[in-house]
């Protein structure tokens, strides 16, 4: 792909607008056939793209808008999994409301994942460059409870997360068999579930295994409607994760003032970095200047040809109108500071 200095891209999620939730109420009602309900996706999956494009964003994402709340729309594809009830129906919705599950057996994944089909619909729907999002083992893993004394995994919820490799691994080689050459892999609870990360390391690497596509790694804190989960510091994951295979790391900061952007001068910039230098999680409008200016503090410890430059996480917890608000708002920063750099060339 040929992009340019300092380029812009999205984590993955789009905003979705509001006819959307309620066209998901009749499709949870019963009241959308098949048609109907393919329709729908493909709709607000060209609104997504069409957003980006509008903006100027340089690599497209489907927005993601075949899923919901992240991984939720994952565990209907999997088998060995009994549906329990949330543990908390009042009140806000948060990270104690959400569906959970027990594993009756082994958990499997035989039909995919479903993300090489999003992608083949994307291809079709833009001519600029694209990336697929897959989340990984750990992340797929979190909505399903391990137990003392449960038969299946037996509190060991490492054991449930390697189950989740293959499945993963096995997705990223047909995504790049469909054309894939740029795949992002959305690893929060790398953070949020501390205490394994060599662990959590040799799995990412097991799930890139064999597949011939340039690999992004986000890891961020948790954004379950713009709430973390996480202890929200990266500096513990390093150096360690400098051995995970991938040619990029993806990471929020503009939702942290900026907070550790310093530690790529300690630990070494041996990749591509993509910096969060729009906060998802806030509905103060940044100025182009504001993205300017995050960009030029990024500079600062990130060389301009391993830099780019992308939203904090993805946009599913805000409108959509603040999503494409914001999206064009990252690239006239973006571009500013492209100028700049050119400039004194």
Not at 72 to 97: C, I, N, V, W
Request: aromatic letters at 10%; a neutral charge; one cysteine or more.
């Amino acid at each position: 792909m040929s992009l340019p200095l300092i380029y812009t891209h999205v984590m993955g999620s789009h905003g979705f607008p509001g006819w959307f939730w309620t066209a998901l109420d009749k499709v949870k009602a019963g009241e959308y056939g098949a048609t109907d309900e393919r329709e729908m996706f493909d709709d607000a999956t060209q609104l997504a793209i069409r957003d980006q494009e509008r903006a100027g964003i340089d690599v497209i994402c489907d927005g993601e808008m075949r899923r919901f709340f992240f991984v939720q729309t994952f565990y209907a594809r999997m088998e060995g999994l009994e549906h329990l009830e949330p543990l908390r129906k009042t009140g806000l919705y948060a990270y104690d409301s959400v569906p959970r599950y027990r594993a009756t057996t082994r958990v499997t994944v035989p039909k995919g994942l479903g993300t090489v089909d999003e992608f083949r619909y994307l291809k079709t729907q833009t001519d600029k460059p694209v990336k697929a999002t897959v989340p990984g083992p750990i992340t797929l893993s979190i909505h399903i409870q391990t137990r003392p004394g449960d038969g299946v995994y037996n509190n060991d919820r490492l054991a449930l997360c390697w189950d989740m490799v293959p499945a993963v691994n096995a997705e990223l080689k047909a995504l790049a068999a469909a054309g894939a050459d740029w795949i992002q892999v959305d690893e929060p609870s790398a953070a949020i579930v501390p205490g394994q990360l060599d662990e959590y390391v040799k799995m990412f690497n097991a799930c890139v295994e064999g597949v011939s596509a340039k690999i992004g790694y986000h890891v961020c804190f948790g954004n379950l409607l713009s709430r973390p989960r996480g202890k929200r510091s990266y500096r513990w994951l390093f150096p360690k994760l400098l051995e995970c295979r991938c040619h990029q790391f993806v990471f929020e900061y503009a939702n942290r003032e900026m907070a550790e952007i310093e530690m790529w001068r300690e630990v070494g910039v041996d990749r591509d970095v993509a910096c969060g230098v729009v906060d998802v999680k806030s509905f103060y409008m940044e100025t182009p200047e504001d993205v300017a200016e995050r960009l030029r503090r990024c500079l600062e410890f990130i060389p301009a040809d391993r830099l780019s430059a992308i939203p904090d996480c993805g946009f599913f917890p805000v409108p959509r109108w603040v999503a494409a608000e914001k999206l064009k708002r990252l690239v006239a920063g973006a571009t500013r500071v492209r100028a700049e750099l050119t400039g004194k060339r």
